[in-house]
């Protein structure tokens, strides 16, 4: 089968909480994050990166039967596209915990592969409180709001272990913002504050823009837990 992969990452212990798992990464996205880190994944033409054959992950899953733990679908956003579903169902056919980033902005995709129990895990990037103006800033894009917000709730309501996750972002995001997150995300099993990195950045101003400080992050973390039953920084 042919899938639209462009990178294939055999080792990570930071995106399975700590158990050995790899990561295929899809290219193309319809978001454009101004802090995103892989320019080369969400604005690639098809001639830009080249494709990793399906064949050759699988072959290497067969012969680290019983070392890797799990397989993380990332991009991009692998939610656009329609094999989504068939490679997941590839995956799951070898034994594997398969976990799936996403920006939330296809539920009809998300309910499927929930659905179909395609999917162990499901970790969605919030990228702002649901304004129009604040969440255009923050994701590059127009996006429909609602479907945000059908997204969350499809999650939450699934029976799968998830996570929902902010990078947080001087002169995009303050405290504030954090906790209306917080409180739309009200009873969420986890939620996860990204320390912001400025390298590589698509939008290359923010690469002078200065992080948070891990104390700033921890007081963050403090006004949201009685929103969420667990909150964690991440990368401070």
């Given at each position: 089968?042919?899938?639209?992969?462009?990178?294939?990452?055999?080792?990570?212990?930071?995106?399975?909480?700590?158990?050995?798992?790899?990561?295929?990464?899809?290219?193309?996205?319809?978001?454009?994050?101004?802090?995103?880190?892989?320019?080369?994944?969400?604005?690639?033409?098809?001639?830009?990166?080249?494709?990793?054959?399906?064949?050759q992950i699988?072959?290497?899953?067969?012969?680290?039967?019983?070392?890797?733990?799990?397989?993380?679908?990332?991009?991009?956003?692998?939610?656009?596209?329609?094999q989504l579903?068939?490679?997941?169902?590839?995956?799951?056919?070898?034994?594997?915990?398969?976990?799936?980033?996403?920006?939330?902005?296809?539920?009809?995709?998300?309910?499927?592969?929930?659905?179909?129990?395609?999917?162990?895990?499901?970790?969605?990037?919030?990228?702002?409180?649901?304004?129009?103006?604040?969440?255009?800033?923050?994701?590059?894009?127009?996006?429909?709001?609602?479907?945000?917000?059908?997204?969350?709730?499809?999650?939450?309501?699934?029976?799968?272990?998830?996570?929902?996750?902010?990078?947080?972002?001087?002169?995009?995001?303050?405290?504030?913002?954090?906790?209306?997150?917080?409180?739309?995300?009200?009873?969420?099993?986890?939620?996860?504050?990204?320390?912001?990195?400025?390298?590589?950045?698509?939008?290359?101003?923010?690469?002078?823009?200065?992080?948070?400080?891990?104390?700033?992050?921890?007081?963050?973390?403090?006004?949201?837990?009685?929103?969420?039953?667990?909150?964690?920084?991440?990368?401070?």
């Amino acid at each position: 089968m042919g899938y639209p992969i462009k990178g294939f990452n055999p080792h990570t212990f930071i995106d399975c909480e700590g158990k050995l798992a790899c990561v295929i990464y899809l290219s193309g996205c319809n978001f454009r994050c101004p802090y995103c880190h892989s320019k080369a994944l969400v604005c690639e033409s098809d001639n830009e990166l080249g494709k990793v054959p399906f064949e050759q992950i699988e072959l290497f899953l067969q012969e680290k039967e019983g070392w890797i733990y799990a397989v993380v679908i990332g991009g991009g956003e692998p939610t656009l596209y329609a094999q989504l579903p068939a490679l997941l169902n590839d995956l799951k056919r070898n034994g594997l915990f398969v976990k799936i980033d996403t920006n939330g902005t296809n539920p009809q995709m998300l309910r499927h592969i929930i659905k179909e129990k395609l999917v162990d895990y499901v970790a969605m990037d919030v990228k702002a409180p649901l304004e129009p103006e604040k969440y255009h800033k923050a994701s590059g894009s127009n996006i429909d709001l609602s479907l945000i917000k059908e997204s969350i709730d499809i999650i939450m309501h699934s029976g799968i272990e998830y996570e929902f996750r902010t990078t947080v972002v001087p002169t995009l995001l303050d405290s504030a913002d954090i906790v209306k997150i917080a409180r739309l995300l009200r009873g969420a099993e986890k939620y996860v504050l990204q320390q912001f990195s400025p390298k590589d950045t698509l939008d290359i101003s923010f690469m002078q823009v200065k992080p948070y400080t891990a104390d700033e992050l921890k007081k963050m973390r403090s006004l949201v837990k009685e929103f969420v039953k667990n909150c964690f920084v991440r990368g401070e």
